[in-house]
């Protein structure tokens, strides 16, 4: 970790020809897999900046999910925190929490099955861990009209046995894995292992800053729209940029996207 703090942010920040963030990143999966991942990340690069496809994802964002999120100012967790001097944070908050299904993750979702729409896969596999990725891949599947298997620990099911019935009422198939410590890592092995073999008609949605490459540069971008708008809203409101920046960390997703814009702007 020390590596990355005390080094230039600008090499962290986009994966080189090999899909490397520095010393990490990369793609170090079976051979079945390479032409999927070459040409995922072929179709991404020519559709992120494509006006059609960017125009339909900004409409799906506005209309289905509901964005932009507000950034609410917390008034009394800032009263909370103030000190005896009287001063202290003013702490705002990016609702995230108030998109479609109640979380950041159908941003990812959507972006996804899209790209896959264009690809011709005709199936949709994800891993979840709470659940929340699940549910807004079993929700987006439903949007689009696409079968939807869910890999999910069995730990994790019974500590999450809502979003499982969410699941499932929104048509996913959600099959429990039992094997190592049957939490997500067990979960995204088991999701893999369902790719290798139905890869030429299956994708499969990673909801985590993990995984081969293109996986955590397009999660990334999906989830850019988060730090974006924070900014904007920041110069609405106070007329500046935040001082801190703090998110919740699982997969890395809610983070990054909230950290990128600011990194690439320079910081806050």
Not at 10 to 36: C, I, N
Not at 98 to 121: C, E, F, Y
Not at 146 to 155: E, I, K, S, T
Not at 195 to 209: A, F, Q, R
Request: glycine letters at 12%.
């Amino acid at each position: 970790m020390e590596d990355v703090v005390d080094s230039d942010p600008a090499q962290w920040q986009r994966p080189d020809s090999f899909g490397r963030f520095g010393k990490y990143g990369g793609k170090y999966v079976p051979e079945t897999l390479m032409h999927a991942l070459t040409e995922l990340e072929s179709a991404f690069h020519s559709l992120k900046d494509d006006p059609a496809f960017k125009k339909e994802l900004d409409g799906i964002l506005k209309d289905y999910v509901g964005r932009e999120t507000p950034l609410y100012f917390a008034e009394r967790l800032t009263e909370h925190y103030k000190r005896p001097n009287g001063q202290g944070p003013h702490i705002y908050l990016k609702r995230e929490d108030l998109n479609h299904t109640g979380a950041h993750k159908i941003n990812n979702a959507i972006g996804q099955v899209m790209l896959a729409k264009r690809l011709g896969k005709q199936r949709i596999i994800a891993e979840t861990g709470a659940g929340q990725h699940g549910v807004a891949t079993a929700t987006v599947c439903a949007r689009f009209g696409l079968p939807c298997v869910v890999y999910m620990g069995a730990q994790d099911m019974e500590r999450q046995e809502l979003n499982v019935f969410r699941m499932r009422l929104l048509g996913a198939e959600v099959r429990g894995v039992h094997s190592g410590t049957a939490t997500l890592k067990d979960a995204t092995s088991e999701a893999i292992r369902d790719w290798v073999t139905n890869v030429e008609t299956t994708h499969y949605i990673l909801g985590s800053v993990a995984g081969p490459h293109p996986f955590p540069m397009m999660v990334r971008e999906f989830h850019r729209v988060i730090g974006i708008e924070t900014r904007k809203q920041a110069l609405e409101k106070w007329g500046g940029k935040p001082d801190v920046l703090v998110a919740c960390v699982g997969g890395g997703s809610n983070a990054m996207g909230l950290f990128d814009d600011f990194i690439k702007g320079q910081g806050c």
